[in-house]
């Protein structure tokens, strides 16, 4: 059964003002203008690819980090409400035990396609910088851990510090077994993060955040990843991680098709402020923003794309290149350009429809319906 979506459409090419995409069997089958249109499905004042996260730690009281199958369900169904119609499961640093059952239990959720795959974001992570990723856990990298976490299938990408031992190692072997290599959570200088890029890094995990900060003798690792070429940035746009400014300078410096909004959503995004878990660690929200019970350090965000995609334009970013960094470039991060990420005939049709206030109002995810 085809169906007709009109509204303004924004494609790679612009925004079509009054425009209709056409979807069959999944797909979208045609994007032009509206014309003489007559049978219309669904109207929306915009209507955007679905959102692409690729840094996410749960959602709706349900949390990735445990490994627990239908808590991951849970948490992906939470997220799709608000149009991320694609996701990875960003797990934290954990024991290799927690790390290796956690990573064979998600594996069928990525087989079935509720997940596109799974983040490591740790355990190979600066003890400096480890914001709030569970320093009992932290390790040096280890390849042999590497190669078993990878051998188990599923994993997409792994967040790690540059400056540890053997980790350019572990870079160049993500990159011949096809994963993703993000750099995050570093104390790298600005020469051993470029060390990093040249070895095949390709992602900044949520830059600006759990780095060492920017000096004019000492750049460190946040200029060398905005002025490396074919690194995608993740942005974590809540106002909390970033101050507008530095968002709107992120991708002035970088430009939309180098960086990445991502929510680093925790299991509280969505629910009321209170007590909660990430990694082991006890987590108090407080009027929508997370932190560490024992030291008051961020603990991921209770963003959503939508969300996060709003704070964007309302920042001074035009809506078409936020639409790129909640989708474009995110799926061109993971490889994922020929199946998502934008609203081109042939790929699938993953949809987000918002009203004049960017706010949800339908979601299509491979051409269904997603509840709202």
């Known amino acids: 059964m085809s169906q007709a979506l009109r509204g303004r459409v924004v494609t790679p090419d612009g925004v079509i003002e009054d425009g209709v995409v056409r979807i069959a069997a999944g797909?979208?089958?045609?994007?032009?203008?509206?014309?003489?249109?007559?049978?219309?499905?669904?109207?929306?004042?915009?209507?955007?690819?679905?959102?692409?996260d690729i840094h996410v730690h749960g959602g709706g009281g349900h949390t990735f980090t445990t490994g627990d199958p239908a808590q991951a369900r849970a948490a992906a169904a939470f997220h799709a409400r608000y149009g991320t119609t694609t996701m990875l499961a960003s797990l934290v640093t954990a024991p290799r035990e927690l790390l290796h059952e956690a990573t064979v239990a998600l594996r069928?959720?990525?087989?079935?396609?509720?997940?596109?795959?799974?983040?490591?974001?740790?355990?190979?992570?600066?003890?400096a910088r480890c914001g709030a990723q569970n320093p009992a856990y932290l390790r040096d990298p280890d390849l042999a851990e590497l190669g078993h976490l990878l051998d188990l299938g599923g994993v997409r990408m792994v967040t790690l510090a540059p400056e540890l031992p053997r980790a350019l190692e572990a870079?160049?072997?993500?990159?011949?077994?096809?994963?993703?290599?993000?750099?995050?959570h570093t104390d790298a200088t600005y020469e051993q993060t470029l060390a990093a890029v040249e070895a095949g890094a390709s992602v900044g995990t949520h830059v600006?955040?759990?780095?060492?900060?920017?000096?004019?003798?000492?750049?460190?690792?946040?200029?060398?990843?905005?002025?490396?070429?074919?690194?995608?940035?993740?942005?974590?746009a809540d106002g909390v991680h970033l101050h507008d400014g530095m968002l709107r300078h992120t991708v002035r410096a970088a430009g939309p098709d180098r960086v990445a909004l991502v929510t680093d959503a925790m299991a509280a995004a969505g629910m009321p402020d209170g007590e909660y878990e990430l990694g082991g660690q006890a987590v108090r929200v407080a009027g929508g923003v997370a932190r560490l019970a024992?030291?008051?350090?961020?603990?991921?965000?209770?963003?959503?794309?939508?969300?996060?995609?709003?704070?964007?334009?309302?920042?001074?970013?035009?809506i078409a290149a936020a639409s790129a960094m909640a989708s474009t470039t995110p799926a061109l991060a993971l490889g994922l350009e020929e199946e998502v990420g934008a609203i081109v005939?042939?790929?699938?049709?993953?949809?987000?429809?918002l009203d004049d206030e960017l706010r949800v109002i339908d979601v299509f995810r491979r051409g269904r319906r997603h509840p709202v």
């Open 27 to 52: 797909r979208i089958t045609d994007v032009r203008p509206a014309g003489r249109t007559r049978v219309i499905s669904a109207t929306a004042a915009w209507i955007l690819p679905g959102f692409v």
């Open 294 to 318: 024992n030291d008051g350090t961020i603990a991921g965000s209770t963003l959503t794309m939508d969300a996060a995609l709003r704070r964007t334009v309302h920042s001074g970013v035009g």
């Open 171 to 184: 870079i160049r072997l993500l990159r011949r077994r096809g994963v993703v290599a993000a750099i995050g």
């Open 208 to 236: 600006c955040n759990a780095m060492r900060p920017v000096h004019h003798r000492d750049p460190g690792p946040i200029v060398a990843l905005l002025d490396a070429p074919g690194v995608v940035c993740e942005q974590v």
């Open 345 to 353: 005939p042939g790929l699938r049709a993953d949809l987000v429809l």
């Open 108 to 127: 069928p959720l990525v087989d079935e396609g509720v997940l596109a795959g799974l983040h490591l974001e740790g355990p190979y992570l600066s003890p």
